[in-house]
């Protein structure tokens, strides 16, 4: 025979089943908080119960390091301010922001483009720690002052604030600057040779051996005719030249400098058909 293993421990006999019913239920045991027996179950669930009974209306649930629940009352301050409507039906939680020293709006001197004005006033506002407005002031700022003189080559015109002086004048004699009151004017001078023209003045078709002129330009650094004269061409005049001795032109010469021709003769004996043949 085979000994009966756990006998009257488990679930195969009444003690058994008893015991293990007894263990489960653990009846009566109010310090145990084991949620795997009925008891255990019970006492955590009161526990919990008996926290809820004593939070406060109206206050919000905190839940410390330890798990344990406690009623915590909701804080304003002069900023922010909360209120919990416990209605059971539909519960509300308000977190408003407090309009307090409401500051007024402040209106700039924004329009820059009064004559002769050097400064402007802007607001300058305060904040506390938390980046609220607290005060206001206005606060005039002084420009720098811009150029007091201008200088040019003729004119001038002196800034109704003061700072520096400031001079255009060119370097060349091709440009001149003018001041005229509040305008700098930048003009190009007149040339500085007599005006004149040089070349032919008319479409011309010149024949061998005439003569006609061309323009020889100088110009400066800077693109300007400095100098204008005159050059003349010569065109070549052609002529012909033939020996007399001879009754056929044996040879044509040019001559490539001047363009002149010379034709060479020379004499030729009879010239005698051997045949003849045609039609």
Known sequence: MKPLVGFARTLNTIHGLLLEINNFLEYGNETTRNTSTVQGTLNTLNDIIAKIEILDCGHFMVTDSYGRMHSAPSITDEWITTHIDPDVSNPKVYITHNKKNKID??????????NKSDTIEISQSLSDAAG???????TTITLPYGIQELNADSGSYKAQNTHDSFSIKTTDNWLNTKINNNELLIEHENAQTAVNTKGLLQNSSPNFGNKFVIPKVSIDGKGHVNT???????????SSSMTDNGNVITAVNLEDTTGAFSFTKTNLGDIVLSSYSGN
Do not use: G, M, S
């Open 105 to 114: 709006d402040v209106t700039a001197q924004i329009n820059l483009n009064t």
């Open 228 to 238: 204008l004269e005159e050059y003349e061409i010569t065109l070549p005049k052609v």
């Open 132 to 138: 609220h407005i607290t005060n206001k002031e206005l």
